[in-house]
């Protein structure tokens, strides 16, 4: 039985990591991983690579960055040679990025069945591509994989066959429960000057954030605000560096003498740094999930979340992005009204072992029908 897995970009990797790991208790299984190159530099993806022990893919379609179309429709140019190469008998994509959409429609099409992790999540805001490649990869996929209850209500509420529809927690929580003792090795706190408990972490890549320059001025107002009573680590996404090129923007001037700028980090000097943060401020969507596990504080400056649990349960708070909501927010937190810690069924460093058991005991049967 051969499963070709898709990696394209940086949240990816941390969730392919155990499944990779985990196959390896079914040697019926052969696990072939495919990169199709979204995400390209040693700070988006090489590193990862060599951190999280993920094997080297078999092929790198080195498709690299486009708008959506051009780059959703040159990895399926390049992924339909593979498939019909490889004769895969399943295609598993991991998350919402456009290597997930793509490399789904490709496997259909020809007629392989398709597995995706992460499945149901959704934010209800259909103006995020992320949104589309979720209901798009969810509503051709032959097995649905969630991490939690909101994924399997959204995927049923779609009409999905029930049977297809698994719960069985986090890869990407396996991935921190594992690497969490290592990360506390690494030495980015003294590295960069900073106090375990004494600063805040940001991140921001959302293009509704960054490509939006009213909301991205809007969101460095309350920065500015914030880096005053606490020193900002800020790992800048290449997405969003840009955006600061265009418009001028400089960090550490006079205006924000204490946001840290810096190149993305690996996975290990970001996991450090966000488990010993005071707060973490963010629009990405694992960050969300990690913060709760490491029962940080969250900021989320969206204004809606795909991964509600981690606000119903978790240590997250949805605070959009209005500059007086997230100060508010802030505010509320620094003086000690901490978020609820605990922790979604399932997240317990188990779950790509729950996936493949599953794959193994379902495809088995379905093989032996043709
Ligand atoms: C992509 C995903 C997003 C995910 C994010 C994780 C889609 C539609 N978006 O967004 O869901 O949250 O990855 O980080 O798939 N760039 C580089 N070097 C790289 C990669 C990108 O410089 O290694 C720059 C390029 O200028 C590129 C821009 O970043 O145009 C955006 O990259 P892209 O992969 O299109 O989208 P992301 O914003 O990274
Ligand atoms: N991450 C990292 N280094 C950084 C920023 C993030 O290793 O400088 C990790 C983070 O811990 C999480 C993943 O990257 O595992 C999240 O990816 P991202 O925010 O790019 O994408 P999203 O989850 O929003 O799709």
Redesign the pocket.
């Known amino acids: 039985m051969k499963i070709v897995n898709i990696v394209g ?3 990816n990797f ?1 969730k392919i990591a155990p499944l990779m790991e985990a196959y390896r208790a079914h040697p019926q299984i052969e696990a072939v991983l495919v990169h199709t190159g979204q995400h390209y530099d040693e700070r988006m993806s090489d590193l ?1 690579f060599r951190q999280l022990g993920i094997p080297k893919p078999t092929i790198n379609l080195g498709i690299g960055s486009g708008s959506h179309a051009v780059q959703t429709a040159e990895v399926m140019k390049a992924f339909e040679r593979v498939v019909l190469d490889v004769r895969p008998d399943a295609v598993l994509v991991v ?3 456009n290597s997930t959409i793509a490399c789904g429609l490709v496997a259909v099409k020809l007629g392989v069945r398709l597995i995706h992790v992460e499945a149901g999540l959704r934010s209800g805001d259909r103006t995020m591509p ?1 949104e589309i490649n979720r209901i798009l990869t969810d509503a051709i996929s032959d097995q649905l994989f969630c991490t939690e209850q909101a994924g399997v209500d959204n995927l049923l509420r779609e009409g999905q066959n029930p049977a297809r529809i698994h719960l069985v927690g986090n890869v ?1 929580i396996d991935t921190l429960l594992k690497n969490l003792d290592r990360a506390q090795a690494s030495t980015i706190l003294s590295d960069i000057g900073i106090e375990s408990g004494d600063y805040a972490v940001l ?1 921001l ?1 959302r293009p509704s954030n960054v490509d939006d320059p009213a909301v991205l001025r809007g969101l460095f107002q309350a920065i500015a605000a914030i880096q005053r009573e606490l020193p900002v680590v800020f ?1 800048i ?1 290449p997405r969003t560096r840009a955006r600061f090129a265009d418009l001028g923007m400089a960090l550490g001037g006079s205006e924000l003498p204490n946001v840290r700028g810096i190149d ?4 290990l000097d ?2 450090k740094l ?1 488990a010993h943060a005071r707060v973490v401020l963010t629009d ?4 969300q999930e ?1 913060t709760t596990i490491l029962k940080v504080p969250c900021l989320t400056l969206r204004e809606n979340t795909e991964r509600p649990i981690t606000a119903q349960v978790g240590s997250n708070r949805v605070v959009g992005t209005s500059p007086d909501r997230i100060l508010a927010a802030f505010r509320r937190l620094m003086d000690g009204d901490g978020p609820a810690c605990g922790t979604p069924p399932l997240w317990d460093g188990r779950a790509a072992e729950r996936i493949v058991d599953i794959i193994a005991a379902e495809h088995a049967p379905a093989m032996a029908a043709g």
């Open positions: 970009a940086r949240p941390m990862f998350g919402d990025v992320e990407m991140t890549h790992p996404h993305p980090v690996g996975y970001f996991l966000m990405s969507g694992g960050i990690e």
